[in-house]
Nanobody
Framework: QVQLVESGGGLVQAGGSLRLSCAAS????????MGWYRQAPGKQRDLVAT???????NYADSVKGRFDISRDNAKNTVYLQMNSLKPEDTAVYYC????????????????WGQGTQVTVSS
């Protein structure tokens, strides 16, 4: 079983920065694709950024150039550095750990954290 615990959310003014952390327990961290997703009230949960075990990153267009995802495999932790925050970035941010069957890429493991609130005031 894998547990993901997010931290670092809070209230910030537009233009400010926050850094989210997600600490993972369990043995899959080193092979998992780690990701951050967000869900605003009344909206679906959307991808923010992902990072593979080898460090390949992917970002939603809305955060490119402002957010940076990174991981420390020695600490089983993934980070999301959020800069130039906008009110539309307000959401609950969720950490995700996912592994896949090879070569089909069907999802094998899929774990979620409890979420951390990020609120950006204008």
């Amino acid at each position: 079983q894998v547990q993901l615990v997010e931290s670092g959310g809070g209230l910030v003014q537009a233009g400010g920065s926050l850094r989210l952390s997600c600490a993972a327990s369990g043995s899959i961290f080193s092979i998992a694709v780690m990701g951050w997703y967000r869900q605003a009230p009344g909206k679906q949960r959307d991808l923010v950024a992902t990072i593979t075990s080898g460090g390949i990153t992917n970002y939603a267009d809305s955060v490119k150039g402002r957010f940076d995802i990174s991981r420390d495999n020695a600490k089983n932790t993934v980070y999301l550095q959020m800069n130039s925050l906008k009110p539309e970035d307000t959401a609950v941010y969720y950490c995700n750990a996912r592994t896949f069957y090879v070569p089909t890429m069907r999802i094998r493991d899929d774990y979620w954290g409890q979420g951390t609130q990020v609120t950006v005031s204008s």
